[in-house]
């Protein structure tokens, strides 16, 4: 269903009792949209940096503002540049 909207969900694991969570990618038009992003952590930031390399991405998309947003305070370690 998610594909059918040209959505991609991302699944980033834990080390909690909760082992994993749930990001997502959407298509639109041309570029992509993160939205959301995950821990500030080597885990996230290895999941992101090839989806990063390999779609064009304009927006990232935080639903809830927290520390863990790390493509929002860190996106430049993955190699997103500020507009």
Not at 10 to 30: C, G, N, Q
Not at 47 to 72: Q, R, V
């Amino acid at each position: 269903m998610l594909n059918e909207m040209g959505v991609t969900q991302v699944t980033i694991p834990l080390l909690f009792r909760l082992d994993h969570v749930h990001y997502f990618l959407a298509e639109s038009a041309d570029v992509w949209t993160i939205i959301d992003a995950g821990l500030n952590n080597q885990t996230s930031r290895d999941t992101w940096k090839p989806i990063i390399e390999k779609y064009e991405i304009s927006d990232i998309f935080l639903t809830h503002d927290m520390p863990e947003g790390f493509l929002a305070n860190n996106y430049e370690s993955c190699g997103m540049q500020e507009d």
